[in-house]
């Protein structure tokens, strides 16, 4: 669980550096996009799991990727060329409480009682707290800073989208992942031209790197084996530790200043989110469906589509497939990876009374 949030939590600080060396954003977005993309797809083939084949579902994933990948990474590599690496894992923070937002706008929320409304408005509030619009000195009111909501809001979108025409495709997490990643850039392509390719530093790509193959590629597989294996409660857990993680990596490496400001707003939004999350009814412990074991009929046919009426074929990625659904609007985003690395099985989901489920 540490490495894992070590590891989201540190794409923030990638990406500060990649910036710092002279790399453009949009040679930042287009470089973690195809690097992320390459390592799904290295391990969606050791798995067995092949790629989508109708345009129908390529067509949505293409629409996933722009709100999921190429918007929000190139918005965090915008922001983050004048705004602290540690802010911007804090704003990212903020997503789950856009999602709200927008479930409430679509209906797909129920109406909020009073601990989820404090929740919410306890959020914002810190980051009101965080943005400070009332200190002219030092507070955070910039185009840049915009641009990193913007991205959480952009996650926001990508979830409410990827709920309604990407659950239940049928097609194995890491598979469609690593095909979302690919649509994603090709669709950052454009981006390359503004700013030109700016330096580049043996620094830069290392750290441009590091943020495609750790922070967005192997993220993913680490985050989907320890929702098959240990459930959606740790995956949970580590989200709330990566607000911590990229304001703590940033004031150790960068130097960057810790202040009482962003370390009051970040707690303010952390207990806003947690209070924003659906309430479980207690006494009924999280669990998951068992894999269904394949006929015989079925071995060593682990590509083959999950049928409409057997939605719960799930398991770890190299057990077969699964139906991938965008994670749950009431937890903490994990980082700058986005909804990604939270492709997981349905069965992997709990299923309580009073759980809120966004497909």
């Not at 609007?329 to 909804?339: A, D, K, Q």
């Amino acid at each position: 669980m540490g490495v894992l949030a070590l590891l989201w939590g540190s794409g923030f600080l990638w990406i500060k550096i990649s910036l710092n060396e002279g790399l453009t954003p949009g040679w930042i977005t287009f470089l973690r996009c195809a690097l992320g993309a390459a390592v799904l797809l290295v391990l969606a083939r050791a798995a067995g799991q092949r790629l989508p084949r109708d345009r129908a579902t390529w067509g949505r994933l293409a629409v996933a990727a722009f709100f999921c990948n190429a918007l929000p990474f190139l918005l965090f590599s915008v922001g983050e060329q004048t705004v602290d690496s540690g802010v911007a894992g804090v704003l990212n923070a903020t997503t789950p409480l856009w999602s709200l937002l927008i479930g409430l706008a679509l209906g797909t929320e129920r109406p909020l009682r009073a601990g989820r409304a404090t929740g919410l408005a306890l959020g914002f509030a810190g980051v009101l707290v965080i943005f400070a619009p009332w200190d002219h000195g030092s507070g955070l009111m910039s185009l840049e800073a915009l641009a990193l909501l913007g991205a959480s809001v952009s996650y926001a979108v990508a979830f409410a989208y990827m709920a309604r025409h990407l659950a239940a495709r049928g097609t194995a997490p890491l598979a469609l992942s690593a095909a979302q990643l690919l649509a994603a850039t090709g669709l950052s392509t454009p981006a390359l031209a503004a700013g030109g390719a700016g330096t580049v530093t043996w620094a830069g790509l290392l750290a441009v790197a590091a943020l495609g193959v750790l922070a967005t590629g192997l993220t993913f597989h680490l985050n989907y084996r320890m929702i098959a294996e240990e459930g959606p409660t740790a995956a949970a857990t580590v989200g709330y530790l990566l607000p911590v993680v990229s304001v703590g990596l940033g004031a150790l490496v960068l130097g960057e200043p810790l202040t009482a400001r962003v370390v009051a707003g970040m707690a303010v939004v952390l207990v806003g989110v947690g209070l924003a999350r659906p309430r479980r009814r207690p006494g009924r412990a999280e669990r998951t469906r068992p894999t269904k074991q394949a006929r015989p009929d079925e071995q060593g046919r682990p590509n083959e589509q999950a049928r409409p009426d057997d939605p719960a074929r799930s398991g770890p990625a190299s057990a077969g497939p699964s139906v991938p659904v965008p994670p749950d609007p009431g937890l903490p985003l994990p980082g700058p990876p986005g909804p990604v690395p939270q492709a997981v099985s349905r069965s992997a989901r709990p299923r309580t009374p009073g759980s809120h489920d966004p497909s």
